[in-house]
């Protein structure tokens, strides 16, 4: 059981450049979430999936696009990269069974954009 | 909307000291609480949840009590240790839980030998 995977672990994009992050779970989770990680500014939600074929936005969805075509994977596309998306990203999931809702994260992915 | 404020650091602190962090939400509805743990170059990892009011949560020496009349969640530990030092984050359910997690934005704590 790898819980909650993400690919790369670090990148450096130049800007205009597009990416997509990758994100899988196998706990069978039917909530999947991307978030953001800035200095001094916890994290904030980008976008989030409560199954396969629907997604929404969260706090910070500008220049991110994302799909859910199963239930295990949820990747986060940059379609063109700024100096401003610079920051760490997380990937959790959740299961809908249940009250509480916890969420399980990845190691996350360092990205740098020049 | 929802939001959580917390101490910010970095709270420094000598080994075997009484730690507490402050936690308190705003919040519509009965959202779960929680604290997560982020050790340096890690991931989060949850610490401890509370589901309702009167709720303690506890691990690792840690505990929070979820206070609905303060809309508070206060994580203590009665002697932290070197291991402790991390930046802890609290946080709350957003609606029922399918759309993520609101946190507030971390406290660093360094525990000094």
């Known amino acids: 059981n790898a819980g909650v995977t993400q690919t790369p672990k670090f990148q450096v994009l130049k800007t205009g450049q597009s990416m997509t992050l990758q994100c899988a779970q196998d706990m069978n989770h039917e909530y999947m979430s991307w978030y953001r990680q800035d200095p001094g500014m916890g994290l904030r939600l980008i976008h989030y999936s409560v199954g396969a074929g629907i997604t929404d936005q969260g706090e910070v969805p500008n220049g991110y696009n994302v799909s859910r075509s199963t239930t295990e994977d949820f990747p986060l596309r940059l379609l063109s990269a700024a100096p401003s998306q610079t920051s760490v990203y997380f990937c959790a999931s959740s299961s809908a069974a249940g009250t509480s809702y916890e969420q399980y994260f990845g190691p996350g992915t360092r990205l740098t954009v020049t | ?113």
């Open chain 2, 1 to 113: 909307g929802n939001s959580v404020t917390q101490m910010e650091g970095p709270v420094t602190l000598s080994e075997e000291a009484f730690l507490t962090i402050n936690c308190t939400y705003t919040a519509t509805g009965y959202p779960s609480l929680f604290w997560y743990v982020q050790y340096p170059g890690e991931g989060l990892q949850l610490l401890l949840k509370a589901t309702k009011a009167d709720d303690k949560g506890s691990n690792k020496g840690f505990e929070a009590t979820y206070r609905k009349e303060t809309t508070s969640f206060h994580l203590e530990k009665g002697s932290v240790q070197v291991s402790d030092s991390a930046v802890y984050f609290c946080a709350l359910s957003r609606g029922g839980g399918a759309d993520g997690l609101t946190f507030g934005k971390g406290t660093h704590l360094i525990i000094q030998p």
